[in-house]
Structures are given as C-alpha cells and as structure tokens.
C-alpha cells in the first residue's frame, strides 16, 4: 500500500471525516462526518422548531468539530503509520489494536463532546449525559421562546464543564454512573422555589412591564435594580463579617478569662 499524501488528507479534511478514510480509519471517520452534519441539521431543525436565531449558536461547534478532525488524522499519519517496514523484528509504525482502540475511544469521546452530554453517553455515563444535554439544550429553547438573554452565561458554562468532565473521565478511565445525579438530591427544594420565582418575576417585568415602559425610564430602573443588588449584597457580607468577627471576639475572651483563672 502506497503511502498517503498529507496535501490530499489536508484538502479531504475539511470536511471532517474525508480524511480519515482516506488515510484507512474509516470509523473514525464516520464518526466525525455524523457529527459534523449533525451539528448543522440539529442548529438548522432547532432554530425552525422554536422560530428563532439564538440556536444558530450552535453553528460555532463545527469550527471545533474541523480542528480536532484535522488534528486527529494528522496524528494518525505519524504514529498509526502502518506502511512502515520491519526493524529487527519489531515493528517500527505499528501500535498494538488495543491502543488503536484505546485512542479511538478518546477522540470519538472528544468529538462527541462538542455536544454537551454525548460524550458522557458515549462512556456509560446516560444519567449524567441526559442531564447535561438536557439543561443545555432546554436553556437555548428557553431562551429562543421567551426571547430572553438572561441565561446566555449558562451556555459556556454547561459547555466547558461537560468538555471537561469528558476529557477528565476518559483519561482516568473513571466512569461513575449515579454521581451526578446524586448532586441534585442534595440541592434544597428552597433554592429551587425561589429560583424559578425569580425567573417568572424577570419575565413578568421583561414581557409585560418593559413594553408599557418608556424607554428611558426603563434603563433608570435597570441600573436602580442592579445597583440595589450590589449594596444589599455588600450590606449583607459585611454585617456577616462583623457577626463572625463578634464572636471570635467572645470566644477568645473566654479563653483568657480560664487561662487566668
């Protein structure tokens, strides 16, 4: 078998997946053209269901899905080269299918990544996968149906822990089905109620009130309502602070006081 051309695995590789069966790993491959095409059918239907722009935002995973595609068959090149010859018995270019199979576990992982959840559930992990998937994308239609750009910051935020995590896992080889469901049993119901209390007053106020609102005075009460936040929350730290700093004072009196005696 001849040896592969890089400038012809470069040209293939945009469009993920080309290259890697080009240069003869073709469930690599497949994986990455699945991805990439899904990520774009799944913005496109998305952003149809819920008659809104903001799930384009998924459309920034193809550049990542491109780069590590082109990264992982470049890498493939060099240590899975199986063209090379012999040296005194042993195999110079070759790895064993074992870790063939352990790199194809991570770099699907990986992949699968880009989508919050589906490298979970790639790795055992469905619970902790759903979850993920599902706070992600409930976030976007959440945000598309009522037009809100409040949660914007939990897109990242779910993104980058659910990477991460993956990454973490698959290195560790640790899989643990029920943890992470477990963390949600140990939230109180408290903060939950008043959560989405705030939630529907912000809409209430967004959907209904801003609209009757002149513009003008609406950016006063914004900035009244941030700026009341920030001086209740400091009010709040500081007499906590004076609370603590209290009764250390009491206890070490009480202590010089048995030292005397």
Request: charged share 20%; aromatic share 14%.
């Amino acid at each position: 078998m001849k040896e592969k051309s890089k400038f012809i695995t470069l040209i293939l590789s945009f469009i993920p997946g080309l290259s890697h069966f080009y240069i003869g790993f073709a469930d690599r491959g497949l994986i990455f053209l699945m991805v990439f095409l899904g990520a774009i059918m799944g913005a496109l239907g998305f952003a149809f269901i819920i008659h809104s722009e903001i799930a384009i935002i998924l459309i920034f995973a193809l550049p990542l899905i491109w780069l590590v595609a082109l990264m992982d068959a470049f890498s493939l090149m060099k240590n899975f080269n199986i063209n090379r010859p012999m040296v005194d018995g042993e195999d110079a270019g070759y790895r064993s299918k074992e870790d063939i199979a352990g790199s194809n576990r991570k770099t699907i992982t990986m992949a699968l990544s880009i989508i919050p959840g589906a490298g979970h559930m790639y790795l055992g992990c469905e619970k902790k996968g759903l979850l993920l998937m599902g706070i992600f994308f409930f976030t976007i239609f959440f945000m598309g149906w009522l037009g809100l750009s409040l949660l914007l910051f939990l897109l990242p935020l779910i993104w980058f822990y659910s990477f991460f995590d993956a990454f973490h896992m698959v290195n560790d080889n640790k899989v643990v089905e029920d943890e992470f469901p477990d963390i949600l049993v140990s939230i109180k119901p408290e903060w939950i109620g008043w959560t989405l209390i705030g939630i529907g007053i912000f809409i209430v106020i967004e959907r209904i009130l801003y609209p009757l609102i002149p513009y003008q005075l609406m950016n006063y009460i914004q900035t009244s309502i941030i700026s009341l936040i920030f001086i209740i929350g400091g009010i709040k730290l500081l007499s906590r602070k004076k609370e603590d700093g209290i009764e250390d004072g009491g206890r070490e009196g009480e202590d010089i006081w048995k030292e005397e005696e």
